[in-house]
């Protein structure tokens, strides 16, 4: 006797809003499981496949669609726990993403909060070398300027963050304006805890992004990638009731639940 509750694979494409193709072609690259075969050689498949199809819609809007093919395909050969866990950590990673940006956002605040204070570093720089008609300072002199060791100063060098002028006579350092403000970026971002990896990013995507359009293109761009952190939250959360569904329908022997005590 057929089975009722069974679904063509028109009406999957229906419910699931994907075309009958589309519904072929995610079965074949194991984003849904393979449809029972009926007697005449027909697709049947159940409630679940449309399931587990507006699942990967959301996880597609929230990882883009490889990642979401290959977690749906995933899901099918693992127990219950360890399905859950790895859409847990699709959720971990946006928010991930999220505290980036906020970082990020962060960096710029002090960096522009540096900027506001240059006019005063470089009247220092200014006073300390007046001497020598140069608008530079040395390397004591920054270094006690920022309240860090000449040593520091070094390293920032050989990291690449900080890059000084010499005389070349005494391989003397001595920095300019620009060098100056470098330094200062870099103090307030070591001081707000950023390693140097992170620091050395930054000032490169600043570096970059202000060749475009100085701070406001930066200010603007860190929204705009925000907005679409919280857009992709809200696609997984859209899916979250069709990945419950998923999880349900997985074998329940395969994640056996612990004896009663």
């Known amino acids: 006797m057929p089975d009722e509750s069974a679904l063509r694979t028109v ?22 499981p393979a449809a029972v075969r009926s007697g005449n050689g027909y697709r049947a498949y159940a409630p ?4 587990a199809l507006r699942a990967y819609r959301g996880l597609a809007g929230a990882v883009g669609p490889v990642a979401a093919r290959q977690l749906m395909a995933d899901l099918w050969t693992r127990t219950v726990t360890e399905a859950a866990a790895s859409i847990n950590a699709v959720h971990v990673g946006l928010a991930r993403e999220g505290d980036e940006v906020l970082r990020a956002q962060q960096a710029l605040w002090a960096i522009e909060s540096e900027a506001a204070h240059h006019g005063a570093v470089e009247t220092e720089a200014a006073h300390h070398s007046a001497a020598e008609g140069a608008d530079t300072m040395t390397i004591t002199e920054l270094a006690a300027a920022l309240g860090v060791r000449t040593s520091t100063l070094r390293f920032w060098e050989r ?14 350092r001595r920095y300019d304006a620009p060098a100056i403000g470098a330094a200062r970026i870099v103090a307030a971002l070591r001081g707000s805890g950023y390693g140097i990896p992170a620091v050395r990013d930054i000032i490169d995507s600043l570096h970059s992004l202000q060749e475009g359009g100085g701070p406001e293109r930066v200010r603007h761009i860190l929204v705009e990638r925000l907005d679409r952190i919280g857009a992709r939250s ?3 959360l859209r899916a979250g009731a069709d990945l419950a569904a998923v999880l349900d329908s997985l074998t329940p ?3 056996p639940a612990p004896a009663p005590a």
């Open 11 to 32: 009406d999957v494409a229906r419910e699931s809003a994907y075309s009958v193709q589309q519904v072929r072609d995610l079965e074949r690259l194991g984003v849904i």
């Open 48 to 51: 679940v496949h449309v399931q």
């Open 159 to 172: 990291e690449g963050l900080v890059t000084p002028e010499r005389v070349t006579s005494l391989r003397a």
């Open 234 to 236: 809200v696609e997984l």
């Open 253 to 255: 022997a395969r994640d």
